[in-house]
């Protein structure tokens, strides 16, 4: 099992940015793939973007390519999440997941562990 801790969440300004940080502990390895999700209330938790450990290849959500960064520091076994050009309907709860798998997915019910969730408001 692999604990996940989220930070890094808070109130932002349209515009503006913010990095969340996802510490993992346990049992954590090459073999797994790190996500992030969101939920806003009322709405279905949905992918915002995955990394492996291993090679880093990552993918996004087409809602936030181009202005979000996952990121992985191995020695740290920590996932990062740089969002710029925040916009209010980012505003979300977002969520660190881990999955034991090397292949990157979409779907929540397919990553075993999760975090507590960080809260992200953009105000406009």
């Known amino acids: 099992q692999v604990q996940l801790v989220e930070s890094g969440g808070g109130l932002v300004q349209a515009g503006g940015s913010l990095r969340l940080s996802c510490a993992a502990s346990?049992?954590?390895?090459?073999?797994?793939?790190m996500g992030w999700f969101r939920q806003a209330p009322g709405k279905e938790r949905e992918f915002v973007a995955a990394i492996t450990w291993s090679t880093g290849r990552s993918y996004y959500a087409d809602s936030v390519k181009g202005r979000f960064t996952i990121s992985r520091d191995n020695a740290k076994n920590t996932v990062y999440l740089q969002m710029t050009g925040l916009k209010p309907e980012d505003t979300a709860v977002y969520y660190c997941?881990?999955?034991?798998?090397?292949?990157?997915?979409?779907?929540?019910?397919?990553?075993?562990?999760w975090g507590q969730g960080t809260q992200v408001t953009v105000s406009s």
């Open positions: 346990g049992r954590t390895g090459s073999n797994y793939a």
């Open positions: 997941a881990a999955r034991r798998s090397v292949i990157l997915t979409t779907y929540p019910n397919e990553y075993g562990d």
